[in-house]
């Protein structure tokens, strides 16, 4: 996975497009009254907080002490734990499992989906969007070129972007019957107008620009901000290529 400060602060307040796309997943999780639901990368807790309003009681959990933190600090009648979602237990089984735009984090895919698995109740709904094949492929394309170009630097992204054959097999292979799967793309704007991509970079590159010297780094983010504007900066604003994978799978019986 690749190594990331959480800074929560700068999560909600710049982007807050990644918890307001995941309330479109909610109504395919569609969370009823008594049933417990587990929030897989709650973040700072504000979908964990949606699915709790149906009445369902939910458990967030979170690999960020930090977004862990948060998320108590604003929600308090809410369960939030730190975890690993490639290696987590927990004292009983869900009637759904939920996780919007976390697992492209963690490359180690499988033993993610062995817990999933785990933590469902037989018939139990597995309800996720991550990114999908392509995701960020124009993004992550002028990130590389601008740091080899400017500073000689070859950069492998870290993230799990699987395509439909990828993914699905897996979720089977433990246990997951897949109802629905779909892979879209979802141009995203990007907050903070002229600013955008210097402040998505600054939130989830994982610091990719911890080595390089102040200057440089303007010099890569010029030449980056070069590269994509003529395709990706529309009306004062910035888009990324964001292209998602979105799942519904049950747990066999
Ligand atoms: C995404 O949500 O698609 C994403 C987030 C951070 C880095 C790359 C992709």
Not at 18 to 28: A, M, P
Not at 101 to 116: M, R, S
Not at 124 to 136: I, S
Request: charged fraction near 20%; glycine fraction near 10%; proline fraction near 6%.
């Amino acid at each position: 996975m690749p190594t990331i400060d959480w800074n929560p602060a700068l999560y909600d307040q710049k982007h807050a497009f990644v918890f307001q796309y995941g309330k479109g997943l909610l109504s395919l999780l569609e969370p009823r009254a008594g049933e417990t639901i587990l929030d897989l990368g709650c973040g700072t807790g504000h979908l964990t907080k949606a699915i709790a309003e149906s009445g369902a009681r939910v458990v967030g959990i979170d690999s960020s002490a930090e977004m862990i933190e948060q998320a108590r600090q604003g929600y308090p009648g809410i369960e939030f734990q730190v975890a690993d979602a490639r290696n987590f237990s927990l004292p009983y089984t869900f009637d759904a499992v939920f996780s919007n735009a976390t697992l492209h984090w963690i490359k180690e895919a499988e033993p993610v989906v062995e817990h999933i698995s785990a933590a469902l109740r037989p018939g139990g709904r597995f309800v996720a969007e991550l990114g999908g094949k392509g995701n960020v492929a124009n993004l992550m394309g002028a990130l590389q070129q601008a740091l080899q170009e400017v500073a000689g630097v070859s950069l492998e992204p870290g993230w799990y972007f699987p395509s439909i054959g990828e993914y699905t097999p897996l979720l089977e292979k433990h246990g997951l019957a897949v109802q629905s799967v779909v892979l879209f793309d979802r141009p995203t704007q990007l907050e903070e107008g002229e600013k955008g991509i210097r402040i998505w970079l600054q939130m989830f590159s994982p610091g990719v620009f911890r080595d390089i010297p102040p200057n440089v780094k303007e010099r890569v983010l010029a030449r980056i901000e070069e590269l994509l504007r003529p395709q990706f900066f529309r009306d004062g604003h910035w888009f990324a290529d964001y292209r998602r994978l979105r799942v519904v799978a049950y747990k066999e019986q």
